[in-house]
């Protein structure tokens, strides 16, 4: 059944290659999305006015329109607005930031104002500072609401890099697509690559709930 | 001393407080009753700046609430216990007691451990230090609530309804508390619907009614048939209340 086009040993390392894209290109994006999402929830959550209605404004346009579309218009539009060398990789990488970005935001507004303001006001009358509070009370505590919606956010992002196979990158997907086009062989290379997304995403849930856990200790209730 | 000049306070269009004089020397016990809807939360809420103040001054130890500046100085005088305790739940209950004194105060950890274990025994709890708050009863998590306030070595400690999401026998271990403080000298202001208590301990009751003071006697003048009682008000209020 394996013909003259049939797998390579060099296969493996092109998958592998696929795979350290999508990695790469899944957390940095993940990250700078959480750092930037954090500071939009904030800037947002504390009121700022213009900026916040601004970045709201733009954050409600990257929640509620295609990734794909998104990705065109950062992957042509840029280079056409502003003489620019934009290569897919950086491309997917702006696009995936932005689109996590505005999620974080969210997530990050309704696990602050999931807490219980009450105690927010106690901690003021105890004269510490805004910050502090920020810091002591309400970190620690949106952390732990927000962890369960982060792992859900972070395994969809994961499955969304795929769509930049589109634009040229060569990440997992695109590396399934080429060896597909090669070997012929569908129901051997999609199971492959679905099952390695299906791993990094278990792998995602199980460290996720592990954290979680650390993160909620305090939830106990009423064990003597 | 906490000196209130003609406060007012409005929501909108509901005023709240309509010119309230009071003032609270050291070493004072003052309770202040009143119906709900008369303001009294409200008042206290303002005194540490938890409210802005629509019109009027409170001044604390020369410090006045409404400046920025000295907003800082007023809290770290006053002290509130919640009605609904309002404990940090992501914190280990020595941990409630310990973050202000260490973050405001600049105590070292040792010494704000040392003095919340101190807290802690006195009100028989020196065995949940490590407890998270969800694992405590209410009762036992009003005493942390005292500790918590406490341990700020505040001037002035102000009760917000302490026992009103309390069940008797939680109020009572609560109450016990309270009345041993108010023996050793510290200046206590207490909104509460607990008549007998607030009598047991008060140096003077301060009656609200609808946002004004319609009485502020001493404590044995305010329970006499010719003092307090003689208000109408005052007399439904007591008996309706359970005491006659």
Known sequence: ?224 | MIEIQNLHKDFGDLKVLKGVDLSIKPGEVVSILGGSGSGKSTMMRCINGLESITKGKIIVDDFDVSKSNDLREVRKRCSTVFQQFDLYPHLRVIDNITLAPIAVLGQSKEEANDKAMELLNSVALGDRASAYPSQLSGGQKQRIGICRALAMNPSYLLLDEVTSSLDPEMTAEVLDILKILSKQGITMISVTHEIEFAREISDRIVFLDEGRILKDLPKDDFFSESGGKSDPRIARFLSKMGNV
């Open chain 1, 1 to 224: 059944m394996y013909g003259s086009d049939g797998f390579t040993i060099y296969d493996i390392q092109l998958w592998a290659e696929g795979l350290s894209v999508t990695l790469s290109i899944f957390l940095i994006s993940s990250f700078l999305g959480l750092l930037l999402g954090c500071i939009v929830g904030l800037v947002r959550y504390y009121r700022v006015p213009i900026i916040g209605k601004i970045l709201m404004m733009i954050s409600e346009f990257l929640k509620n329109s295609p990734v794909l579309v998104q990705l065109f218009l950062v992957y042509f539009g840029v280079p056409a607005l502003i003489a620019f060398d934009m290569t897919p990789n950086l491309a997917a990488i702006i696009t995936l930031t932005g689109n996590t970005t505005a999620f974080i935001a969210v997530i990050v507004i309704s696990s602050i104002e999931a807490i219980d303001f009450k105690q927010l006001e106690a901690a003021r009358s105890f004269a510490l500072s805004e910050r502090l509070i920020l810091s002591k009370i309400i970190f620690p505590q949106s952390l732990a609401i927000a962890m369960p919606l982060l792992v859900g956010l972070a395994i969809n992002q994961l499955q969304v890099t795929s769509l930049i196979s589109v634009i040229g990158v060569i990440d997992l997907t695109r590396v399934g697509d080429i060896i597909n086009q090669r070997t012929f062989e569908p129901f051997l290379v999609w199971p492959i690559i679905g099952a390695t997304y299906f791993i990094m995403a278990k792998s995602i849930e199980r460290i996720g709930a592990r954290l979680e856990r650390r993160f909620s200790a305090y939830h106990i209730s009423n064990q003597i």
